[in-house]
């Protein structure tokens, strides 16, 4: 049987039990052309909750009674006429929070687990590896001797975009909740300095770590920290817009910076990204990343919890930031 977490109503505010139904149905056949994969772990992203909101975006909003939409990373059980693909593959793409999936293939790549642990296809060597690698260096053009301020520094893309910066040969600050999570950027992954907004004045203490100001923000987050980030700007300097998760469970209108007039001032660029415009070139960026954790320049850290059926919570620690590092859930059981 297949137990599959189906989207059956959408939120106003954050999502809750209420959000999904835990339903099981028949294993699928395949057909020509197709392929059944066997799920082991599911990616759990901040980017869930705008899908589960009606109105256009950068990807059709789900439906409801749909099977919640995810990365997913599994093993081929079954393979019909499918080229590329074989009974015992591993392999990962979008395969929806669900026990199994049935794919023509079509976006999926395959995972190695002898490279690296399987959650870590879903991490550093997927979706939110690849949005760290392009979104720094294409869209934030990176240089050498950059001063790169981060901030969800301690999450799944935040985490390699100050590592990346740090191979690149830049001061990097890291800002993320907690004393603990400010270590780990430290102590683990060698940043120069990491803020704890949830304990410290960002404004203080962007101006003490960043005395001359900053060449690069990454922003993950949003409103406040995006308004401070920009009250440091140095001449040039481009601010990459990757999310803002401070504003994705808000029952009223985005709030924006205000704080904006520094681009003029500064000569500055603010531009959005979307990973997804970068497909053609995964290859690449897994191939290099791929070599930077081999030798151990980058290190790569999942938060893994288990059982599909504790999807809601687990998902709620996104926001609470409850983990650190790429968020995944076991959906397969033994
Ligand atoms: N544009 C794209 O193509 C693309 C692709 C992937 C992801 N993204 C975006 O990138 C961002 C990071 O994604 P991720 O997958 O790496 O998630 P993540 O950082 O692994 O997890 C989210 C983290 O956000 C922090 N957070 C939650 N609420 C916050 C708030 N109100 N203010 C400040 N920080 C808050 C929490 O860490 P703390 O404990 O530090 O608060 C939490 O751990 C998200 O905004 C996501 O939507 C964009």
């Known amino acids: 049987m297949n137990k599959q977490l189906l989207f059956v109503k959408r939120p106003v505010g954050a999502a809750d039990a209420s959000t999904w139904s835990l339903e099981t149905n028949p294993i699928p056949e395949i057909t020509d052309g197709q392929m059944l994969v066997r799920q082991h772990y599911v990616s759990l992203d901040p980017a869930m909750r705008g899908w589960m909101n009606e109105g256009k975006s950068y990807i059709e909003p789900m439906e409801l009674g749909s099977v919640m939409r995810s990365g997913s990373v599994g093993e081929v059980v079954a393979v019909k006429n499918l080229p590329g693909f074989e009974v015992g593959d591993f392999v990962s793409g979008g395969g929806g929070v669900q026990q199994y999936a049935v794919t023509d293939g079509k976006g999926w790549f395959k995972a190695d687990p002898a490279f690296a642990p399987l959650p870590t296809y879903l991490g550093t060597l997927g979706m939110t590896g690849m949005t760290a690698y392009f979104g720094i260096l294409e869209v934030g053009k990176l240089k050498e001797g950059d001063v790169v301020v981060v901030s969800g520094a301690a999450?799944?893309?935040?985490?390699?975009?100050?590592?990346?910066?740090?191979?690149?040969?830049?001061?990097?600050?890291?800002?993320?909740?907690?004393?603990?999570?400010?270590?780990?950027?430290?102590?683990?992954?060698?940043?120069?300095?990491?803020?704890?907004?949830?304990?410290?004045?960002?404004?203080?203490?962007?101006?003490?770590?960043?005395?001359?100001?900053?060449?690069?923000?990454?922003?993950?987050?949003?409103?406040?920290?995006?308004?401070?980030?920009?009250?440091?700007?140095?001449?040039?300097?481009?601010?990459?817009?990757?999310?803002?998760?401070?504003?994705?469970?808000?029952?009223?209108?985005?709030?924006?910076?205000?704080?904006?007039?520094?681009?003029?001032?500064?000569?500055?660029?603010?531009?959005?990204?979307?990973?997804?415009?970068?497909?053609?070139?995964?290859?690449?960026?897994?191939?290099?990343?791929?070599?930077?954790?081999?030798?151990?320049?980058?290190?790569?850290?999942?938060?893994?919890?288990?059982?599909?059926?504790?999807?809601?919570?687990?998902?709620?620690?996104?926001?609470?930031?409850?983990?650190?590092?790429?968020?995944?859930?076991?959906?397969?059981?033994?």
């Open 155 to 334: 999450g799944a893309v935040g985490s390699v975009v100050g590592q990346i910066a740090k191979i690149k040969g830049c001061t990097v600050i890291g800002i993320a909740g907690g004393p603990e999570k400010c270590k780990y950027l430290i102590d683990e992954l060698g940043f120069d300095h990491a803020i704890d907004y949830k304990n410290e004045d960002v404004r203080v203490r962007l101006k003490e770590t960043c005395p001359k100001g900053l060449d690069v923000y990454f922003d993950n987050v949003g409103v406040p920290i995006l308004d401070y980030a920009l009250g440091r700007l140095r001449r040039n300097a481009r601010i990459v817009i990757c999310g803002a998760i401070s504003q994705y469970n808000n029952k009223t209108a985005v709030k924006g910076p205000s704080n904006y007039l520094s681009l003029l001032v500064n000569r500055a660029t603010m531009q959005g990204m979307v990973v997804f415009d970068w497909a053609d070139r995964y290859q690449e960026a897994a191939q290099v990343m791929g070599g930077w954790l081999a030798t151990g320049k980058l290190k790569s850290r999942e938060a893994v919890y288990e059982g599909i059926e504790n999807f809601p919570q687990t998902f709620n620690r996104l926001f609470s930031g409850d983990k650190t590092g790429k968020l995944v859930l076991k959906v397969l059981e033994d």
